[in-house]
Structures are given as structure tokens and as C-alpha cells.
């Protein structure tokens, strides 16, 4: 590391479940709806109304605790957190406070392209609460008031809080692609930025030691990042900027309170906000509306058995089991359970995995990429792709015309043989393939004289008159053919 | 022993504007409550759990489906100022 600090950074994640309903009443939580269409007396926090938790969102909030390594305790309960603003109805949020329903976990992160070492980041805890409504401002319409929509009030969250354990702006990236990569896998969320489905604030700081004494800067918490590409460049900008500003005034940690700062992605700088309410302020106390949970060693346990293959493990197996390199099994893993579903039945079905993972990682994504589509859609049943690869290594199929046989069997949805057979590609006799060399060499005797003279590679003008004959021969065969046989007339 | 500084404090939390006789009376008012509610430190608790809630019940929950809401007409009857469409509130900037 080229600067003088040690970037410190924590992150706190919100995560919208996926739900039909609300987190304490039964409006819907589809995003895109008309405002204020999807609210009722409970969500507007009309007087005398009661919540009622959401089995199911209490189910995926425990499932991700428990696929993030947490501990989950007995019991649990909600609390009011207290602050006032248009966008929050009851004036309160019910969140949790000081028994959050899980704590202490962990996700790895690592990078096949080595720029930092694997690690355990800790997760201090995820819990689980309802989200605020949403203001708009219209400053085309004159400024004289917000329009709000309570449409997203009540819908459940979980807020996942990370150990200040990451030490740059791309271990940040690497820890909530792996996160996101994690709850789409345990499908709990879609996890869509666009949608609000996935917010990521940060907390960071700098270490640096000075007059051999080891200091650190205020905290800082960013917001405001709309993308994990925003939350990379936040960071990397915040962390310049705050060293300048130690350089400046020589505040450290505790000189100032924690300041909240937004992000702005277009001019690309942090900009300060309000300073951030102390947590007594929020006056928690527990919510009396809501019962508290209570979680048996043997439900978590059900909930581990039912978590599947994640995303780590199967790397692990990819790896291990199939031999594919750490950053193969890393793009077919990133591309999520349905894509590396497809790679393991080609693989299982070809017998050969590591041609499987040529052909998915490099034809099938860059079709899916150019084309935006998911490998749901894709044309070529894996069995399909199987037996393409099994006719390429049983000598049916030469590999210079397997893309063309690729491309058939997606446009026009053929399987592997009838494509061969469409494209008239046949297996060429040995015996005939020595015939029409022997006639080319006779055909073209200053390319004999080249070769005799040395120059091997005048073996390639035949390649193309070869092809034009019989567009099935394998053309390094006939060049090395037409070297031998060239050579072989010498003597 | 609750004082006035106190009430400023969770006036402006709340977002309550009082005025200066308002601030004296539930300065005096809300120090009874709470010298009231103080008298239950009196009880010895050595040895007994704090409750989390009044009632002894757990895991209430209710099923995932959605049912109809407001319509919105409904939904924004009652407040001060909307456009039919939203609640209007005075302007919230910077986030």
C-alpha cells in the first residue's frame, strides 16, 4: 500500500425481504406501484392500530442470519426507535435495539485476482425492522413543498452490520458482491439497487501513525451510494479527503463528533449532512404492540439444513472436485445458482468439466451478455451442449467448426447431431484426407520446393484450397499432412 | 431530577414548539411523572429477569398474503395538506 494510512471501513447493509406483504399489516411491497396506493391504518400509524410480524419475513430475516454465520439467541424483541420526520408516520420505526435476533457472524471474501488476502469479515449483527416512506423533492416545481409516498413504510428490512474488518474500497466491493451473491443464492432477497432493495451506508476512517504513535481519524458514515461501483469511489474519495483534512487540522478520533456525509456521483465528492443524532436521542424502549420471538436451537438447526449450497462451498467443490481454476469457479459461482446448475449437467453429461467450463464461461456467457439474457432462456439444453462436447472429443465434430454447430443448435434449436448433419460437416477418412493432399502437392509444386526449402509455413496456401474441396478437413491436419507427405517425396 | 434543559431537549425531539410558560408547567409536570414512576426503584429487584413485554406470549405471527389497502383517497383524507397523489410537507432537502 502506496499511502501513509490504513483505510478502515465498516458497512451497514439494508436488505429488502422478499415478501408479498408488509413486515406488521398485509399491503403489498411491489415496487413501481401508484403513491400511497399500497398503505393501510397500521403502516400510516393511525391511533389504536396494531402491528403483527410477517412469519415469512422473520423466516428469511433468521435464514441469512444463520447463512452469515450469526449466533442466534433465544429470544429476541422490537423496539421503538424514536426520531421525527415527514417520512416516518408513527413518528417512531420499529427496529431492534439491544436483543437483536442474531449477532456475531462472519462472511469470507477473497479475490482470484489477488488484489487482497482471503478474510473473515464479522458481521456484529443483522436484524430485522420496517422501512421508512420516501420523499420527493421537486425542485422544478418550486420549492415550497415535498410530496410524500408511504407506499415503502412497514416494508421489512434486515440490516446486516459489518465489523470495521475491510481495509480498502475493493475489499468494501468484494464483501457486498459477495453478500448480495449470498441472499440471492438463499433467495431471501433480489437484492436490486435500482429498486431500493439493496442500500449500503459506510463507516470509515484512517490509521496512520504519527510521531510513533498510532492515530486514528473521525469516523465518517457515507450514504447516498446507489451502486457498488458508487461505494468504491465513495470510499477511495473519502479516504483522500479525510487525510487532507488531518493534514489540515490534526483532529483525531474524538476531536469531532461522527459527521454523516453524502455521496454525489456525478460531481463525484462527499458533501457533509445534519450531524448524526446520538443513540440516546432515539430514545429507544421496547415496542409493547409486539410480542417478542422466541427461536429454538432446533428451528436454527432446520434453518442450516435448508440453507443448501452456498456460494463458498460450491467454489470449493468446483475447485476440488472438477479441477477448475479458483477464478473459473469464481465467474460460473458469481453468476448465480442457475448458471452453475447448467455448467454442472453439461459437465456431468460431456464427462469432461473442464471443456464444460470452456464452453459455458466463454460462448455461453458472452451469447447471454450480448444478447442480456439469463441462462433460463438460453436455447442449448445443457444436455444439448453435453453431447456437442462429446461429439467434439469422440473426433465427429472438428473444433474448428464446433462454434459453427454451436450457433445452429441456438438459432435454430437443433440438437447436435441434426446440426452436424444441417451444416453437412462429416468426419474425414484419413485415407481421403492423404488423396487430396497428395493432389494439392502435385497440383502446386513451387509450395513442395518452399517446403523442402524450409519454409513450412507455405503449408498454409493449401489449407484454403483444401477447404474449398471439403469443407469438413481439419485444417492443422492438413498442414501437417502436406509438411510430412511434402518432406516424404524429398527422400 | 428532571429540569428544564431536559424538556427543551425532547421538545425539539418532537418537534413541539412550547412557549416559555408551557416549558415552566411541564417542566413541573412531567418531573412529578417521572419522580411518580421513580418510586418503583424502590422495589428490590435483586434476582428478578427483566421483562421485554407486559404479557407472557411469544412468536405471534401472521401469514404472508396481502390484502386490499386504503384507497388512497382514504388514505390521504385526513391529512393538513396533499395533492391527491401525496402528502405535502414542507420541504425535506438534503438526502
Redesign the interface.
Known amino acids: 500500500m502506496s499511502e501513509p494510512y490504513t483505510t478502515v471501513i465498516g458497512l451497514e447493509v439494508h436488505v429488502q425481504l422478499l ?3 408488509k413486515l406488521f399489516c ?3 411491497t411491489k415496487f413501481g406501484a ?8 397500521v403502516c ?1 400509524g393511525m391511533p389504536g392500530t396494531l402491528p ?7 423466516g428469511l430475516a433468521l435464514k441469512t442470519a444463520v447463512a452469515l454465520n450469526c449466533n442466534i439467541p433465544e ?1 429476541t ?1 422490537w423496539d421503538r426507535k ?6 416516518l408516520p408513527k ?1 417512531y420505526q420499529i427496529s431492534q435495539y439491544d ?1 437483536p435476533m442474531s449477532a456475531d457472524g462472519y462472511l469470507e471474501i477473497s479475490d482470484p485476482k489477488g488484489r487482497f488476502e482471503p478474510k473473515r469479515v464479522g458481521i456484529i449483527r443483522a436484524h430485522l425492522e420496517e422501512d421508512a416512506g420516501k ?3 421537486d425542485e422544478a416545481a418550486g ?8 407506499n415503502r413504510t412497514g416494508t421489512p428490512l434486515l440490516e446486516i452490520v459489518s465489523q470495521p474488518d475491510m481495509r480498502s474500497s475493493t475489499e468494501a466491493k468484494a464483501f457486498l458482491q459477495e453478500l448480495k451473491l449470498l441472499l440471492t443464492y438463499i433467495g431471501v432477497s433480489d437484492c436490486n439497487m435500482q429498486e431500493g432493495s439493496l442500500r449500503v451506508d459506510g463507516n470509515v476512517n484512517l490509521h496512520l501513525d504519527h510521531n510513533s504513535q498510532r492515530i486514528a481519524t473521525p469516523i465518517v458514515e457515507i ?2 451510494m446507489n451502486s457498488f461501483r458508487a461505494v468504491e469511489r465513495a470510499l477511495d474519495y473519502e479516504a483522500a479527503r479525510q487525510y487532507r483534512e488531518w493534514q489540515e487540522t490534526g483532529r483525531n478520533l474524538g476531536d469531532a463528533p461522527k459527521q454523516t456525509r ?1 455521496w454525489d456521483d456525478v460531481a463525484g465528492v462527499t458533501r457533509g ?2 450531524s448524526k443524532e446520538e443513540s440516546s ?1 432515539y ?1 429507544y424502549f ?1 415496542d ?1 404492540d ?5 427461536t429454538t436451537a432446533t428451528e436454527v438447526q432446520a434453518v442450516r439444513a435448508s440453507l443448501g449450497e452456498l456460494p463458498a462451498e460450491l467454489r470449493l467443490r468446483l475447485t476440488e472436485a472438477f479441477e477448475l481454476s479458483d477464478y473459473d469457479a469464481d465467474v460460473l459461482v458469481n453468476q448465480g445458482r442457475p448458471l452453475v446448475d447448467y455448467y454442472l449437467e453439461v459437465a456431468e453429461h460431456s464427462g469432461d468439466p473442464k471443456a464444460a467450463c470452456n464452453w459455458v464461461t466463454q460462448d455461453v456467457l458472452r451469447v447471454l451478455g450480448d444478447e442480456g439474457a439469463t441462462i433460463e432462456s438460453f436455447p442449448i439444453a445443457a444436455k444439448q451442449l453435453g453431447d456437442l462436447i462429446t461429439t467434439i472429443r469422440e473426433g465427429n465434430l472438428p473444433n474448428t467448426r464446433a462454434r459453427e454447430a454451436f450457433n445452429l443448435m441456438r438459432q435454430s434449436r437443433l440438437d447436435v447431431a441434426t446440426a452436424i448433419a444441417q451444416l453437412g460437416i462429416q468426419k474425414v477418412d484419413e485415407s481421403e484426407l492423404i488423396a487430396l493432399v497428395n493432389e494439392l502437392l502435385a497440383a502446386n509444386p513451387k509450395t513442395v520446393a518452399d517446403i523442402r526449402a524450409g519454409k513450412l509455413q507455405a503449408a498454409g496456401a493449401l489449407i484454403g484450397q483444401a477447404k474449398k474441396r471439403n469443407a469438413n478437413v481439419d485444417p492443422n491436419r492438413v498442414r501437417e499432412l502436406s509438411i510430412e507427405l511434402a518432406q516424404q517425396g524429398e527422400g | 431530577m428532571l429540569t428544564r434543559a431536559d424538556v427543551e431537549k425532547v421538545a425539539l ?3 413541539l414548539r412550547l412557549s416559555e410558560s408551557e416549558l415552566e408547567t411541564l417542566t413541573g409536570q412531567l418531573a412529578q411523572i417521572v419522580g411518580y414512576v421513580d418510586q418503583l426503584a424502590e422495589v428490590n429487584t435483586d434476582g428478578v429477569e427483566p421483562m ?4 407472557e ?11 386490499p ?2 384507497p ?1 383517497e382514504a ?2 383524507a385526513n391529512a393538513p ?1 396533499h ?1 391527491g ?11
Open positions: 415478501t408479498e406483504s398485509r399491503c403489498s401508484e403513491p400511497n396506493t399500497q398503505t393501510c391504518p400510516i403483527v410480524m410477517n412469519r415469512k419475513a422473520y429470544f424483541k424514536q426520531y421525527y420526520y415527514p417520512d413518528g436483543l420523499s420527493v423533492h420549492k415550497a413543498d415535498s410530496e410524500i409516498d408511504l450514504k447516498n453524502g449532512q445534519r436521542d430514545r421496547p409493547p409486539l410480542a417478542p420471538v422466541t | 425531539l418532537a418537534r421485554a413485554h407486559a404479557v406470549v411469544t412468536n405471534v405471527f401472521a401469514e404472508d398474503s396481502v390484502e389497502s386504503l388512497r388514505a390521504l395538506r395533492n397523489r401525496g402528502y405535502l410537507v414542507p420541504a425535506v432537502l438534503g438526502e
